[in-house]
């Protein structure tokens, strides 16, 4: 079993910062990416940033320069800190790895359980 735990959301005024942590558990033998995805009210989710095990990035055009994806590979954990947060980045948060588990050959996806962000104007 793999498990993607998700903590750090919570409610912050225009102009505040978070930082979302998500931790992998479980039989995992590798971890090729982590990412954090955001779905509001109505819309489809979204890419919001992801990182490789190699450490290269990408995040979404509407979070360049406010949003910053990091990771501690010995823990599988990914970070999301997020600063200048603004109302329309009003979401649930969710984390999602592409990885291999311990015994098997096949990369899948996981995804945690969400965590609400909500961004008061």
């Known amino acids: 079993q793999v498990q993607l735990v998700e903590s750090g959301g919570g409610l912050v005024q225009s102009g505040g910062s978070l930082t979302l942590s998500c931790a992998a558990s479980?039989?995992?033998?590798?971890?090729?990416?982590m990412g954090w995805y955001r779905q509001a009210p109505g819309k489809q989710r979204e890419l919001v940033a992801i990182i490789t095990n190699d450490a290269r990035t990408n995040s979404a055009d509407s979070v360049k320069g406010r949003f910053t994806i990091s990771a501690d590979n010995a823990k599988n954990t990914v970070f999301l800190q997020m600063n200048s947060l603004k109302p329309e980045d009003t979401a649930v948060y969710y984390c999602?790895?592409?990885?291999?588990?311990?015994?098997?050959?096949?990369?899948?996806?996981?995804w945690g359980q969400g965590t609400q962000v909500t961004v008061s104007s």
């Open positions: 479980g039989s995992i033998s590798r971890i090729y990416n």
């Open positions: 999602k790895s592409s990885l291999q588990r311990a015994g098997y050959v096949s990369v899948l996806d996981y």
